[in-house]
């Protein structure tokens, strides 16, 4: 037996532990928790914090969690929607819009942000659902409500219009710099609290794909018919993936809204928004609970590096950056967490080839 066939048995050894899953989540957020100083290191005169910055960290682990969040509703239940942005915009607005109105704790505006989200979730799960619209049908009705909710939040003086809400200081809603604030002084414990929604919302993700619930999910995706026909009230649990899926999108918007200094309609409930908060668990892989998580952190730096690199020529940066993409989507429609099962797959298909040329 060779070294990488004994390494491979011993990991599916381990595979098959129960403990398994809390061993690799460990390792994970122990990684992301380690990130901010390991970009740190100076290796052979080059410090990773020169290509991915903090602010970057930051904005992949948002955009990790969002995809996270939308992979419970179109990964799981295969319903999918191309309007998370209403919920995102949502939470965002309804936190800033209580914090500054009425000097309201944002974590209290972040709850409220997400439960009013899930029920425009409903609402659109429910009209979408009940004349029975599906695939991309479905994708563009969830466009529809997004839009239609960026040109009322645009043009509502109460919301202040297209300008939008300014982040106010914590001594505003009676409060100090810190958590209880939901502010910070550094980029860090901002970080630090991203990662921690990730955790959540990934740990939710887990604990339904593995119960009677994510049967349910997955039952619909793969034959929503046939699922009907056993009794599985796809319905129903089609519009508790999309208020679950609503609600935790929002909690995401309140954060951002709290990390920057600004929000309007033209970037929390912009028409590419959708797009962002979708493609790292497409890029990934949907329906997987790593996928959201590892198409995160390819998506983010690979726009930011090309950003940054072919900044020069007009345009450049988003052709080598879309062509990427399109690279990803055509060569592994079940994402990059499928890439280890190709490899392997490969890999046996060479040694078969030698076995039989011998």
Same mark, same amino acid.
């Given at each position: 037996?060779?070294?990488?066939?004994?390494?491979?048995?011993?990991?599916?050894?381990?595979?098959?532990?129960?403990?398994?899953?809390?061993?690799?989540?460990?390792? *994970?957020?122990?990684? *992301?928790?380690?990130?901010?100083?390991?970009?740190?290191?100076?290796?052979?005169?080059m410090e990773l914090a020169a290509t991915l910055s903090l602010r970057m960290l930051i904005l992949t682990v948002i955009y990790a969690y969002t995809a996270?969040?939308?992979?419970?509703?179109?990964?799981?239940? #295969?319903?999918?929607?191309?309007?998370?942005?209403?919920?995102?915009?949502?939470?965002?607005?309804?936190?800033?819009?209580? !914090?500054?109105?009425?000097? /309201?704790?944002?974590?209290?505006?972040?709850?409220? #942000? =997400?439960?009013?989200?899930?029920?425009?979730?409903?609402?659109?799960?429910?009209?979408? &659902?009940?004349?029975?619209?599906?695939? $991309?049908? &479905?994708? *563009?009705?969830?466009?529809?409500?997004?839009?239609?909710?960026? &040109?009322? /939040?645009?043009?509502?003086?109460?919301? $202040?219009?297209?300008?939008?809400?300014?982040?106010?200081?914590?001594?505003?809603?009676?409060?100090?710099?810190?958590?209880?604030?939901?502010?910070?002084?550094?980029?860090?414990?901002?970080?630090?609290?991203?990662? =921690?929604?990730?955790?959540? /919302?990934?740990?939710?993700?887990? !604990?339904?794909?593995?119960?009677?619930?994510? *049967?349910?999910?997955?039952?619909?995706?793969?034959?929503?018919?046939?699922?009907?026909?056993?009794?599985?009230?796809?319905?129903?649990?089609?519009?508790?993936?999309?208020?679950?899926?609503?609600?935790?999108?929002?909690?995401?918007?309140?954060?951002?809204?709290?990390?920057?200094?600004?929000?309007?309609?033209?970037?929390?409930?912009?028409?590419?928004?959708?797009?962002?908060?979708?493609?790292?668990?497409?890029?990934?892989?949907? #329906?997987?609970?790593?996928?959201?998580?590892?198409?995160? &952190?390819?998506?983010?730096?690979?726009?930011?590096?090309?950003?940054?690199?072919?900044?020069?020529?007009?345009?450049?940066?988003?052709?080598?950056?879309?062509?990427?993409?399109?690279?990803?989507?055509?060569?592994?429609?079940?994402?990059?967490?499928?890439?280890?099962?190709?490899?392997?797959?490969?890999?046996?298909?060479?040694? #078969?080839?030698?076995?039989?040329?011998?």
């Amino acid at each position: 037996m060779s070294a990488i066939e004994s390494v491979r048995d011993r990991y599916r050894t381990f595979d098959d532990r129960r403990y398994a899953p809390l061993v690799k989540g460990v390792a *994970l957020f122990g990684l *992301l928790a380690a990130l901010p100083t390991l970009i740190e290191i100076d290796v052979a005169g080059m410090e990773l914090a020169a290509t991915l910055s903090l602010r970057m960290l930051i904005l992949t682990v948002i955009y990790a969690y969002t995809a996270q969040a939308w992979n419970i509703m179109s990964g799981y239940t #295969g319903q999918f929607s191309f309007g998370h942005a209403a919920f995102f915009g949502v939470g965002a607005y309804a936190t800033q819009a209580l !914090v500054v109105d009425f000097a /309201v704790n944002p974590w209290i505006g972040m709850l409220v #942000g =997400g439960v009013l989200a899930a029920g425009y979730g409903l609402v659109i799960g429910a009209l979408s &659902f009940r004349f029975n619209l599906q695939g $991309h049908y &479905f994708a *563009l009705a969830t466009l529809a409500f997004a839009e239609l909710l960026r &040109f009322v /939040v645009t043009n509502m003086s109460e919301l $202040h219009g297209a300008n939008g809400y300014f982040k106010p200081f914590p001594r505003d809603y009676g409060a100090e710099y810190g958590l209880a604030a939901f502010q910070f002084q550094s980029d860090l414990p901002y970080y630090y609290l991203i990662v =921690g929604f990730l955790l959540v /919302v990934t740990l939710v993700s887990w !604990v339904i794909k593995n119960s009677w619930v994510g *049967l349910y999910f997955f039952a619909i995706r793969e034959d929503e018919r046939a699922a009907a026909s056993v009794g599985v009230p796809s319905f129903r649990y089609k519009l508790i993936g999309v208020a679950v899926s609503a609600f935790f999108t929002a909690l995401g918007g309140a954060y951002w809204s709290m990390y920057f200094n600004t929000i309007r309609p033209d970037t929390v409930f912009a028409l590419f928004k959708n797009v962002e908060l979708l493609l790292p668990a497409v890029v990934g892989g949907p #329906g997987t609970l790593l996928g959201p998580i590892v198409g995160s &952190f390819i998506v983010t730096p690979v726009s930011e590096i090309a950003r940054t690199t072919f900044s020069d020529i007009n345009g450049l940066d988003r052709i080598i950056y879309g062509a990427f993409l399109v690279a990803i989507v055509i060569y592994s429609p079940r994402g990059v967490v499928s890439w280890p099962s190709q490899a392997r797959a490969l890999w046996n298909r060479v040694r #078969g080839d030698e076995e039989v040329s011998e």
